[in-house]
């Protein structure tokens, strides 16, 4: 299976990009990397996902490196509703495999 | 428009019990996953069933069973329940099996104690 690795934690002043990093380098060619974040552990909220390509919708963009072995969320201005546990995760057929999460403190 | 819609959201039963969670989809959704997430840990996939069968399964004992009826909706079971599986199950849904690009949606979850 494919592993993510995160930093344990990260802080970002308000109205500051937040960019998290993800290491994926065991990916396989046709897997998708997603992102998630959790608040107080409700159900996890999507945020984004992409193969290959960069991708930006409402919510964030994601930097996907060429050789696919990394990638960063990026929140462009965040908020301290941002503050939360962000999840990385790559899909295949079978399943979803989580990582441990970054939890990121939006700083006032 | 509903997301995914789960039940009961919390319930506690007795070491040795059995447990049923259910699960409803976003409508026009065949995929539906099942994940345990343990306090302070990541949601650990247990099942995924696309089209009314079986298509990945996690590492949980045979305690641990599910099924997707013809309306897509699911059902996780847990038999003869341990402290351990106190938990909150996530459910989650999309149009097409986890791997194929869709966009996947989670419910809020069933928080399950076990004393």
């Known amino acids: 299976d494919a592993k993510t690795t995160q930093p344990p934690s990260m802080d970002c002043a308000e109205g500051r990009a937040a960019n998290l990093p993800c290491n994926h380098s065991?990916?396989?060619?046709?897997?998708?990397v997603y992102w998630y974040r959790q608040i107080h552990s409700q159900g996890p909220q999507y945020i984004i996902h992409g193969l290959k390509n960069n991708e930006t919708n409402e919510m964030a963009s994601l930097i996907i490196t060429e050789d696919r072995k990394s990638s960063t969320l990026i929140l462009p201005h965040a908020t301290l509703r941002d503050t939360a546990v962000y999840y990385c995760?790559?899909?295949?057929?079978?399943?979803?495999?989580f990582g441990t999460g970054t939890r990121l403190t939006i700083i006032p | 428009d509903a997301g995914v819609t789960q039940s009961p959201t919390h319930l506690i039963k007795t070491r040795g019990q059995h447990v049923t969670l259910r699960c409803s989809p976003i409508s026009g959704h065949k995929s539906v996953s099942w994940y345990q997430q343990v306090l302070g840990q990541g949601p650990q996939f247990i099942f995924q069933y696309y089209e009314k069968e079986e298509r990945g399964r996690g590492n949980f004992p045979d305690r641990f069973s599910a099924r997707q009826f013809p309306n897509y909706s699911s059902e996780l079971n847990v038999n003869a329940l341990l402290l351990g599986d106190s938990a909150l199950y996530l459910c989650?849904?999309?149009?097409?099996?986890?791997?194929?690009?869709?966009?996947?949606?989670f419910g809020e979850g069933s928080w399950l104690t076990v004393v």
């Open positions: 065991t990916i396989s060619g046709n897997e998708y």
């Open positions: 995760i790559v899909s295949r057929n079978e399943k979803l495999t």
């Open positions: 989650a849904s999309s149009l097409g099996q986890l791997g194929s690009g869709n966009t996947i949606y």
